[in-house]
């Protein structure tokens, strides 16, 4: 079993149903204790009943005096962190040549620009302090493959590979550890409402997925997610730097869809 016991880890967007809430489940169940960051004050309060014992701090992660704010608090109540998992993240299914600079510029600052601050406020407590620790991003299974409507989304989850193997080199010296996680389709009910842009039976495109885009028949659940993010925050990783692992049920080994060639 994976020991992450005493092991202070702080995960941005940690209060949701979905990936967030997965990662932040299944560092409980291994035993670490939780700094659960939200920018939604109500998943906020049901986090707290939720995980026991859990730090719940509000801040928006795309505003460096806010990461900033948060870390002191965390730094305040719990003393040395151990962990950052750079979870938050926003949506956005729309072509390329409609979406606003607004929109653009949202997505960016909390899908790219946020992972940058909380990894740099974090690592530059870290060699300060002359401590190791470990940093992982959440990117997406859009980082090696897309589709019509996501250009922007799929940018921003390109540009995490490229700063995960990049923060690896030049934290590496500092015995920090940088690791990407690139889930495909998770499953949860909130899904459905992005799945309806695009088909008018979001369950039934759901299932479809399940049974002819992954080599595995079985929706991936948040806490899949979570366990292979608890694995690199402990020691039986420690020689992983730099890697994407993505937990997709063999989605990227398709060629075709499964129905494509029987």
């Known amino acids: 079993m994976i020991d992450l016991q005493g092991k202070n880890i702080l995960v941005t967007g940690g209060a949701g149903t979905g990936v967030g809430g997965g990662v932040s489940e299944a560092l409980q169940e291994q035993g670490a204790n939780l700094i659960i960051i939200d920018i939604d004050s109500t998943k906020l309060q049901r986090a707290q009943k939720q995980y026991l014992n859990a730090l719940c701090i509000h801040a928006d992660v795309s505003k460096v005096v806010e990461v900033e704010r948060m870390f002191q608090i965390a730094y305040n109540e719990v003393g040395t962190l151990h962990g950052l998992v750079n979870n938050a993240g926003v949506g956005l299914s729309k072509e390329a040549h409609e979406v606003t600079e607004a929109e653009y510029d949202r997505l960016m600052d909390v899908n790219l620009k946020a992972y940058w601050l909380c990894a740099k406020t974090f690592a530059n407590y870290l060699i300060k302090h002359k401590s190791s620790g470990n940093i992982v991003n959440i990117s997406s299974i859009h980082a090696h493959s897309t589709t019509a409507r996501y250009a922007i989304y799929s ?82 990783s420690r020689a992983i730097t730099g890697q994407q692992i993505y937990v997709d049920q063999g989605t990227t080994r398709l060629l075709f869809s499964r129905s494509f060639v029987p």
């Open 155 to 236: 940018s921003s989850k390109n540009a995490i590979i490229g700063l995960t193997m990049g923060m690896a080199l030049d934290f590496g010296k500092y015995g920090i550890r940088v690791n990407s996680v690139a889930p495909g389709y998770v499953h949860a009910e909130q899904n459905f409402d992005l799945i309806s842009t695009w088909t008018d039976d979001p369950k039934g495109w759901a299932e479809e997925y399940k049974r002819d885009h992954q080599v595995i028949d079985r929706f991936i659940e948040p806490i899949d997610v979570g366990r292979v993010v608890a694995f690199l925050l402990s020691d039986y």
